[in-house]
């Protein structure tokens, strides 16, 4: 296993009516390939917070977030986003009036993936995910709760990045539909040496993961459930 992401000193506090409110503090933590993590804790404790900064979309307000060892903010938070880390959102975030098919031929066209074959590939995820070629042609809208989750899943992985990040990804799921995104996610960490992390509030999708990670008392502790 090697690292992949590090918070180092990592505060993140905001501002409302002169009140100051502190969501992360001096916060130390290493992400490691081959692993799937689950973040867990309280409702507002700034687990969805914790991702923005993993994916920089938002900045720390002190400390740093290493990729590789090198500060996003070196490496460019717009080339960081579109290079190194794939973000899966609880909303899907697809392009609903295209097909499951373009949307993720779209991402890999934005990403500059250097594949010639795109739409060969992208049926190939898709078909990795649990959609037939019928269903990769359908528009989004066609297409269950579940199903439009795979599809979020298959545009993340046709970045072919190392870092997975979601937030939720099952909370709208089905018992049987979470089970299998989560099996896919561990396949991925283990098959494909990938850094999966996940914030839940699902204790069955923390016990299929690797290492439980709260958040408490502002920082980040790995825990056995
Ligand atoms: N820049 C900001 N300005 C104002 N409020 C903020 C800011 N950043 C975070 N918050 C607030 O901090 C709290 C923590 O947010 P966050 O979404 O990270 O928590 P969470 O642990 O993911 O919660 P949940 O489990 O309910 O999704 C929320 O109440 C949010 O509105």
Redesign the pocket.
Same mark, same amino acid.
């Given at each position: 296993m090697d690292t992949i992401l590090q918070f180092k000193n990592l505060y993140?506090y905001?501002? %409302?009516n002169n009140k100051k409110?502190t969501?992360l503090e001096n916060v130390n933590f290493t992400f490691e390939t081959g692993c799937f993590y689950s973040i867990l #804790?309280?409702? #507002?404790? #700034?687990? %969805? %917070?914790?991702?923005?900064l993993a994916s920089g979309l /938002?900045n720390p307000k002190e400390g740093h977030v290493l990729y590789k060892g090198k500060d996003i903010r070196k490496i460019g938070l717009d080339k960081y986003r579109n290079k190194y880390v794939s973000i899966i959102f609880q909303s899907y975030n697809l392009i609903t009036y295209m097909t499951a098919l373009q949307n993720v031929v779209t991402a890999m066209e934005i990403t500059g993936v250097n594949i010639k074959d795109k739409k060969r590939r992208a049926l190939e995820l898709l078909e990795m995910v649990g959609l037939s070629e019928i269903e990769a042609k359908r528009k989004v809208l066609q297409l269950s709760g579940g199903q439009q989750q795979r599809v979020a899943i298959a545009r993340a992985l046709s970045c072919d990045v190392d870092l997975l990040i979601a /937030?939720?990804p099952t909370g709208n799921l089905d018992e049987k539909t979470s089970d299998e995104i989560i099996k896919l996610f561990k396949e991925l960490a283990h098959k494909e040496n990938k850094c999966i992390i996940v914030?839940t509030?699902s204790q069955e999708v923390a016990k299929q993961s690797d290492k439980v990670v709260y958040?408490e008392q502002r920082n980040l502790v790995c825990k056995n459930l």
């Open positions: 993140y905001y501002q %409302t409110s969501l #804790g309280p409702s #507002g404790s #700034g687990k %969805t %917070t914790a991702l923005s /938002d /937030d939720e914030v509030h958040l």
